[in-house]
């Protein structure tokens, strides 16, 4: 009897745990699609997520979809689980080791490396959060004299190759390392154009970006 008793009970348990997780599994996936009533809920409930990083996400005119350059997700949960994902290989490779740089291509009309002013852009490997297929691309100042690289200043910046987002540069810096070594580092915004169940919704945050070592071929 007791045995029988201890059976049903286990019987109830096992019925009342499943029903508690269904409805807990069936609450979560409601527990944005119910709030999700127009765009500004979409923003709203982005900006609420703490992804980690600073990221803001804003709307955008209905227009922008004609263009059809919006990453397109039938959910906001979708467009979460993209954000994170993108922003945690952004982490990865700001600690990945980049390929050799890309020389300096001159633009200045000095000969045979003549002691003056240097003006041209330096590129190397690995765009921040986009991908380790794209170029970060520098344009620089720098005075040269005696074999020396020295007063550099950084102008513009802009990735080129694979990317998955658009770029804007805010500022850059340059350090002489002595020679014709140097290290560049530029910080910028992205923005990603989002379209979350027919919402277009735009999202940007800032990255700085360091190169490696270079060597600048001086001409």
């Known amino acids: 009897m007791i045995k029988k008793i201890r059976s049903i009970f286990l019987l109830i348990l096992s019925m009342v745990l499943v029903m508690i997780f269904s409805m807990t599994s069936y609450a979560q996936e409601l527990s944005t699609e119910g709030i999700v009533e127009s765009k500004s809920d979409v923003v709203d409930y982005l900006n609420s ?35 994170q994902k993108l922003l945690d290989e ?15 291509k001159l633009a200045s009309n000095t000969v045979s490396a003549a002691d003056g002013w240097k003006e041209g852009t330096v590129s190397w490997w690995g ?6 297929l794209s170029l970060t691309n520098a344009m620089i100042r720098h005075y040269y004299s005696n074999g020396n690289i020295s007063k550099i200043t950084v102008q513009d ?31 910028g915004t992205w923005f990603i154009g989002l379209d979350i169940k027919g919402f277009p919704i735009g999202a940007s945050f800032d990255e700085t970006i360091n190169s490696p070592e270079m060597n600048i071929t001086v001409r």
């Open 157 to 187: 910046s802009y990735m080129t190759g694979i990317v998955g987002a658009t770029w804007t540069h805010r500022r850059g810096t340059g350090t002489a390392i002595g020679g014709t070594k140097v290290k560049i580092s530029v910080t």
């Open 127 to 132: 765009g921040g959060n986009t991908s380790l």
């Open 49 to 83: 997520v703490d992804f980690g990083t600073a990221i803001t996400f804003n709307e955008l005119p209905n227009d922008v979809k004609e263009n059809n350059t919006l990453l397109q997700f039938d959910s906001i949960e979708e467009a979460e689980v993209y954000i």
């Open 90 to 104: 952004r982490k990865e490779i700001m600690y990945t080791s980049y390929s050799a740089p890309k020389m300096l």
